[in-house]
Nanobody, 131 residues
Framework: QLQLVESGGALVQPGGSLRLSCAAS????????IGWFRQAPGKEYEGVSC????????DYADSVKGRFTISRDKAKNTVYLQMNSLESEDTAVYYC????????????????????????WGQGTLVTVSS
């Protein structure tokens, strides 16, 4: 069974940092695209960052460039999202998702509705940025 499990969400003050983890089981992330998406209350899914493990392509939404970093630990079959200089606008439930058709998913990741190109989803982890 293909499964993704996110962890690392928490309440943090503005300017703080968090690292989210996305651990895969039942499949190898080697040939998948992995996307981090977020959904704030009352809003649509937003693509935050994606990595194509086939060709190493990495993309970031403009709103998080320079603050967030996506990375992968191949041995642990885990993808991370390091989030620095957090802002209240970053408050959301964060999801990781995987797609075997990596090129197509990677190209669509940050587009509106791009989350629909991803097939395997985790349960989400809540990030709250507040003083």
């Amino acid at each position: 069974q293909l499964q993704l499990v996110e962890s690392g969400g928490a309440l943090v003050q503005p300017g703080g940092s968090l690292r989210l983890s996305c651990a895969a089981s039942g499949f190898s992330l080697d040939v998948y695209a992995i996307g981090w998406f977020r959904q704030a209350p009352g809003k649509e899914y937003e693509g935050v960052s994606c990595i194509n493990n086939n060709d190493g392509r990495i993309d970031y939404a403009d709103s998080v460039k320079g603050r967030f970093t996506i990375s992968r630990d191949k041995a642990k079959n885990t993808v991370y999202l390091q989030m620095n200089s957090l802002e209240s606008e970053d408050t959301a439930v964060y999801y990781c998702a995987a797609e075997r058709r990596a090129s197509r998913a990677s190209a669509a990741c940050l587009l509106k509705g791009g989350h629909r190109y991803f097939d395997v989803w985790g349960q989400g982890t809540l990030v709250t940025v507040s003083s």
